[in-house]
């Protein structure tokens, strides 16, 4: 393939990929350039397929169908995606999408948490404008029984946006492993800082839910338990949060 070749194989692409994610087409317009991304199949036009899932289309029902049949599409080549997959996971603003997608083209837990995890450094607990992306990637991980999932999830349980804290939360939670969570979770369950109540009311339900002990920690606990809650210790058994009982 010569040089002029080449140069209007990528103003091709290029003008393709912006016409895949135009609202101002028609969808079967938008359609076409899709296709031809696919058809493409080079690392650039996967990428610019993958932008499709960023743009929100005013037809509830085409902007849907659009992305499905380019998940489908992606789903289908398997392993040669995830190179552009990660880039796209990098750069994008919501991933709610390509995270589904990495589920599907990876072989292993190891290797989506691997992925995760990379994303994770470019999103560390803190302020952010838009903590949108922290929230999908903490929500995706409560998907995910796995060793490193906690040590992963943790730090985000002290950042300043409620919604992300309550999401790690939620994370921790759900790995229901006792050993590996417990503290963390009493960490942020008795700090004076933590403000919200919701916050709390989750952790005390998780912690009632699957019996869980709160150590030495019984009047840190007792100082914040919501209303809902009690503390129960039968004789030498260790110190339990439970629900209270409703009269009735």
Do not use: C
């Not at 397929?49 to 289908?76: P, S």
């Amino acid at each position: 393939m010569g040089l002029l070749d080449i140069f209007s194989k990528e103003r091709s692409r290029d003008r393709n990929a912006g016409r895949a994610i135009n609202k101002f087409l028609q969808s079967p317009d938008r359609m076409k350039a899709l296709m031809t991304l696919a058809s493409d199949g080079s690392p650039e036009a996967l990428y610019a397929l993958m932008r499709r899932f960023g743009m929100m289309y005013d037809k509830t029902i085409d902007d849907e169908q659009e992305k499905e049949w380019v998940f489908e599409t992606l789903m289908a080549m398997g392993g040669e995606v995830l190179e552009p997959l990660k880039k796209y996971l990098l750069s994008a603003e919501s991933i709610s999408w390509p995270l589904r997608l990495l589920d599907k083209v990876v072989a292993t837990k190891d290797e989506v948490i691997e992925v995760i995890a990379q994303v994770m450094t470019r999103h560390e607990p803190g302020y952010e404008r838009d903590p949108t992306k922290k929230i999908q990637l903490l929500n995706h991980l409560a998907g995910i029984k796995h060793a490193r999932v906690p040590a992963l999830v943790a730090p985000y349980l002290t950042d300043m946006d409620e919604g992300v804290r309550y999401a790690a939360v939620e994370a921790l939670l759900r790995q229901e492993d006792e050993s590996a969570v417990r503290d963390p979770l009493l960490d942020l369950f008795t700090s004076d800082k933590e403000e919200s109540k919701r916050l709390r009311i989750r952790i005390a339900d998780g912690f009632a839910q699957f019996g869980w002990t709160i150590g030495d920690r019984r009047a840190a606990v007792d100082k914040h338990l919501p209303e809902t809650f009690q503390i129960e210790a039968r004789g030498k058994e260790p110190a339990r949060i439970v629900k209270k009982q409703t009269k009735g």
